[in-house]
């Protein structure tokens, strides 16, 4: 069975700090997506990554790919209040038939 | 999120009834996801469909439900005979194309509450 872990599971920081959420696993998945989730809606997709090692950049979140595309993370520069949320990582499996496998999930506090 | 919609927004059941959730993908998706999430948990998959067709139901509790996406209108899931289990919130994602890598739209849920 796939699992992902995301710590960790809570965060409260101040306004300007930088923090860093991690997504790990003992599997291989084919895909790693992030997405951002606020209080009584679905998730938001933040972004896809497929190629390990590979990094993208959303203006302040930096995402990465483990080369070995087991794990993930991602890092948030100078956080601000309306980064506050729940942040889950999802896995795509190598079958291809559109499940995801998600992590708990990091819940972000972000004090003004 | 606005597109991928579902309705209704919160569903209240006794014990007993049945319960129908009903979800419209974004325009131009034909691949249909349903997922659960219970309090505490995190997202779980239920069901993968296309149009008329179910792909994948590995994550369906083999007892009480279904899911459908038929050529016209929206795609149900359908709980029968609900339990106070039942209660979670139940999210509906669409894509344009099959496969994980291209991420997914979700819409905001139903919270149905088994009383």
């Known amino acids: 069975t796939q699992l992902l872990e995301q710590s960790p599971q809570f965060l409260s920081i101040q306004e300007g700090e930088n923090l860093t959420v991690y997504c790990n696993s003992s599997s291989v998945f084919s895909s790693l997506q992030w997405y951002r989730q606020e209080p009584g809606e679905g998730p938001v997709l933040l972004v896809t990554v497929v190629t390990g090692g590979e990094v993208k950049k959303l203006k302040r979140l930096t995402f990465q790919f483990g080369d070995a595309r087991k794990d993930s993370s991602l890092h948030i520069t100078a956080a601000q209040p309306g980064d506050t949320g729940l942040y889950l990582c999802?896995?795509?499996?190598?079958?291809?038939?559109?499940?995801?496998?998600f992590g708990q999930g990091t819940t972000l506090q972000v004090k003004p | 999120n606005a597109g991928v919609m579902q309705n209704p927004r919160h569903l209240v059941r006794r014990r007993g009834q049945e319960a129908r959730l009903r979800c419209s993908p974004m325009?131009?998706?034909?691949?249909v996801y349903w997922y659960r999430q219970l309090p505490e948990e995190g997202l779980k998959f239920m069901v993968y469909l296309q149009k008329e067709n179910i792909i994948d139901e590995s994550g369906m509790p083999k007892e009480r439900f279904s899911a459908e996406f038929p050529k016209e209108g929206p795609s149900i899931l359908r709980i029968q005979q609900v339990v106070r289990g039942d209660s979670a919130a139940y999210f509906c994602a669409s894509s344009p194309q099959r496969g994980e890598g291209y991420g997914y739209t979700f819409g905001s849920g139903t919270r149905l509450t088994v009383v």
């Open positions: 999802a896995g795509g499996g190598s079958s291809n038939t559109g499940k995801l496998i």
């Open positions: 325009k131009g998706h034909s691949h």
